[in-house]
């Protein structure tokens, strides 16, 4: 096939530029994988924090243990909760010892209220979802009290929105600076060869035959720089995860292949625009 | 082959470089087209391999017009016509070869074909023992040779040549033209843009002579009047 041909003789006649085109397509989409990184890793951080979210359902004195095992039984079935958990006197007493350390004397049997704790599942740990499952148990009438941290979990719901919209407005920059340096290399190969293009086009070539073997050159240095830039990203985490104090997360291989394809689109797209621009020049 | 009907190109900031131009050119014939610089000759090629359209008027080139030919059928006209510039316009990473088989290859003549074909016209330009050479080891005059077995290798009806012996010596000049001659005696139809004057006086081929845009003599219009005069 004359195309294939063609881009890999471009990649031996010009390896210099080849290789400036590839590197910088890398350390372009390496400046957004490092940022996607660290957007993966606050939003990990985050969802641990959220697992934390906790409503706490005080019981009544005297309740029955069966009548509040099938009250939590029921509440295990709401679509918003991960778990419900009947705690009794002794438990919560045992649990206030165990967190309370030095204190542990102070606590007597009797004294702690039993209560069903509950875990939300990830998605409904939002102040509405809380709120809405937290309504629920107060209007059952045996419950005295609900606890759930409303003050902290509005600020975490906040905290986790601006994160959000951070990392969206800033992923959206670096990845059209990204576009951008990536289409000037790509149209500086393309206008390294313009006397090439002249040519083809003097002796008959059509628009399409001249376009193929620039589409193919794009998209191959689009796979090897988002290939090189993945593991750039993987080498800088491996460097500074080691200086960290938490445990850091990389992409999994799904999202690994999603950033080769979008430095493959954005090599083949660049490439196309460029060369659709120059042709329309000339 | 060739119609100019009162064809004029203006461009935008230089105004007109060809005004009101017609002219005809047949199948087999040999046309000089000659002038100052900035007379229009450049552009009347351009006109005929329609990397230009023009402001004004028609031009017909083997059966496509201007007026009704569209972008995607220009490359195939293009096929239809060798082109041949003052500075050969080779690519200097390819063999003489490569670079007449590159004509071929983009009209997706098979390879099988492209090997014959190429020896062929190097074979017909004289350059049949340089063809594995790269543009920077051969003489301008062979340059222009493999540019012009490139013109060939597709068979053209037409020969488009512009200035085509003008970064040549004497002897080269000489050696391009008659290549030249006998691709035109062999059929082959060539419009030559030239400032060589006494290339066209050492031949009788017609000549068309231009002036600012103009076209103010053409051999062939001229014979036709003294003749008319003659049987008056």
Same mark, same amino acid.
């Given at each position: 096939m004359p195309a294939v041909r063609d881009t890999f003789s471009a990649f031996r006649r010009a390896p210099l530029l080849s290789a400036l085109s590839i590197t910088t397509i890398a350390f372009s989409l390496f400046a957004v994988g490092l940022f996607g990184l660290v957007v993966l890793n606050i939003r990990q951080a985050l969802e641990k924090v959220e697992e934390r979210v906790e409503i706490r359902a005080f019981i009544a004195e005297k309740t029955p243990v069966e009548q509040i095992a099938l009250a939590a039984s029921d509440v295990a079935? @709401?679509?918003?909760?991960?778990s419900a958990e009947l705690v009794t006197q002794e438990q919560a007493l045992e649990r206030a010892r165990r967190e309370l350390g030095e204190f542990k004397d102070v606590f007597e049997a009797e004294f702690l209220p039993p209560s069903i704790d509950i875990h939300l599942k990830p998605g @409904?740990?939002?102040?509405?979802?809380?709120?809405r499952v937290a309504d629920r148990l107060k209007a059952m009438s045996f419950v005295d009290d609900v606890r759930f941290g409303e003050e902290w979990i509005a600020q975490l719901y906040r905290l986790r929105n601006i994160a959000g919209v951070a990392g969206v407005a800033l992923?959206?920059?670096? !990845? !059209?600076? !990204?576009?951008i340096i990536i289409g000037a290399t790509i149209r500086m190969a393309v206008l390294a060869r313009s006397r090439e293009i002249s040519i083809m086009r003097?002796?008959?070539?059509?628009d399409g035959y001249v376009r193929r073997p620039f589409l193919i050159e794009g998209f191959i240095k689009g796979v090897l720089g988002g290939a090189l830039a993945l593991c750039l990203t993987w080498l800088a985490i491996r460097l500074v995860g080691g200086y960290l104090s938490f445990q850091t997360v990389f992409f999994d291989q799904t999202i690994a292949l999603i950033g080769i394809a979008c430095g493959a689109m954005i090599g083949l797209f660049g490439s196309a625009f460029s060369v659709g621009r120059h042709l329309r020049k000339v | 082959m060739i119609r100019f009907t009162k064809v004029t190109k203006e461009y935008p900031r230089l105004g007109a470089a060809l005004s009101n131009a017609s002219f005809s050119v047949a199948k087999g014939e040999f046309v000089f087209l000659t002038g100052p610089s900035g007379a229009g000759k450049s552009?009347?090629?351009k006109l005929i391999y329609m990397e230009e359209r023009p402001t004004d008027g028609e031009v &017909?080139?083997?059966?496509? *017009? *201007?007026v009704t030919i569209r972008p995607r059928d220009i490359p195939q006209l293009r096929r239809r016509l060798g082109i041949v510039f003052q500075d050969f316009r080779l690519l200097e990473d390819r063999t003489a070869e490569a670079n007449v088989a590159f004509a071929l290859e983009v009209t997706g003549a098979p390879r099988s074909a492209i090997g014959n074909k190429v020896s062929r016209v190097l074979t017909q330009v004289g350059l049949a023992s340089k063809a594995s050479s790269y543009p920077r080891e051969l003489s301008g005059g062979e340059q222009q040779r493999v540019a012009i077995a490139r013109a060939l290798v597709n068979d053209p009806l037409l020969l488009v040549a512009d200035e085509p012996t003008g970064n040549l010596?004497? &002897?080269a000049t000489r050696g391009v033209f008659q290549l030249l001659r006998e691709i035109n005696a062999s059929g082959t139809a060539v419009l030559m843009a030239t400032h060589n004057l006494d290339l066209i006086r050492r031949s009788d081929y017609r000549t068309i002579e231009l002036n600012r845009g103009q076209i103010v003599f053409d051999s062939a219009e001229a014979a036709k009047a003294a003749l008319e005069r003659f049987a008056d």
């Open positions: 079935k @709401y679509p918003e909760v991960q @409904y740990r939002d102040p509405t979802s809380v709120h992923g959206l920059a670096f !990845a !059209a600076v !990204a576009v003097l002796v008959g070539a059509t | 552009t009347i090629l &017909r080139v083997g059966g496509m *017009s *201007s010596d004497d &002897r």
